[in-house]
């Protein structure tokens, strides 16, 4: 008997199956495999809970972690003072949609990362709804801006001020928005739970100033990114920092949540400081040792070859 198999199935296989060739990949042709299997996804209308929800409450805000797209958060940030309701990035409009109704809450702001189909790609759809202003990085393609935003700029919102971190490297004009009164920063896809993006448009030293920037901010600072790649950014951070207690200590913990389907994320940036390969190529002996960096190379060489050691793990 002849098995017909779906062609959207069969595209959704050959995406889920490229890790096999993942070194054979040009940058080019990983974007065109992200763009298709985010066609997939929405195309078939699945919105995959790779986590729990979850509510954080800061000490102005209440912050919606949205799992969806397999392994993408978006979070919609809340202000009860003024009524001011925030999307950071858009992976999914009706994932957004379902918690928005069901809290109440009415968006008035998107606050974008980056230019990436899986950070804006719900932008248009929410702004149609109205009453919707679209913040993002000034150089990229953002569909439906209105606000144009760089480093040191700043943005309000309900009663508090949000400061711009120009984090450029997995793309060239990528931005932050840390709030000093919540001590949270959403950082896309600049910095992750032990690890960080992929370098596609930036160059070395540029991720690199775009991290220790990332790093000078205080240790009580939540970092809100926006994939659950935890438990792989772990297995490299361990394959490259042994010895590291404190970091064996946080991978077991790590495994225990992902097996319950918890999020690890957001995760505080003290513990990134104390446990992240890429925001320690530069104070760790071991990791240094590992990935091959030498007396005569700079910081940014140094981080260049943790990041090419974790694109071939």
């Not at 959403?186 to 992750?192: E, I, R, S, V, W």
């Not at 446990?275 to 140094?302: H, M, Q, W, Y």
Request: a neutral charge.
């Amino acid at each position: 008997m002849q098995t017909l198999v779906s062609p959207l199935l069969l595209l959704f296989v050959i995406i889920n199956c490229t890790t096999v060739t993942k070194g054979f990949l040009t940058h080019s042709m990983q974007r065109i495999i992200q763009r298709q299997r985010l066609f997939f996804l929405r195309s078939t209308k699945r919105n995959i809970q790779h986590s729990q929800y979850q509510t954080i409450m800061s000490p102005s805000f209440t912050i919606v972690q949205v799992p969806c797209l397999g392994d993408n958060y978006g979070y919609l940030v809340h202000d009860p003072v003024s009524g001011d309701t925030a999307a950071i990035d858009t992976p999914d409009a009706d994932a957004y949609r379902q918690v928005l109704k069901q809290r109440g809450w009415k968006l008035t702001h998107i606050f974008n990362t980056h230019h990436h189909s899986d950070h804006t790609g719900g932008n248009l759809e929410l702004k149609e709804e109205g009453g919707v202003e679209i913040y993002g990085p000034a150089k990229e393609n953002i569909p439906g801006i209105d606000q144009k935003l760089s480093h040191g700029d700043e943005v309000e919102f309900g009663k508090q001020k949000g400061q711009i971190i120009g984090v450029g490297g997995h793309t060239k004009d990528h931005i932050a928005y840390y709030f000093p009164s919540e001590s949270s920063a959403f950082t896309g896809d600049a910095l992750f739970a032990l690890g960080c993006g992929r370098m596609f448009e930036g160059s070395p030293p540029q991720f690199w100033k775009s991290l220790e920037r990332l790093r000078n901010l205080p240790d009580d600072t939540k970092v809100y990114c926006a994939h659950e790649y935890t438990e792989a950014n772990a297995k490299f951070a361990v394959s490259v920092e042994p010895s590291n207690d404190k970091l064996q200590q946080r991978y077991q913990h790590i495994l225990k949540q992902r097996k319950a389907g918890e999020p690890t994320v957001p995760s505080n940036l003290g513990e990134e400081k104390l446990t992240n390969p890429f925001l320690r190529c530069d104070v760790s002996d071991e990791i240094r040792k590992n990935v091959g960096v030498t007396s005569d190379d700079t910081p940014a060489d140094a981080f260049a070859k943790v990041r090419m050691a974790k694109d071939n793990f």
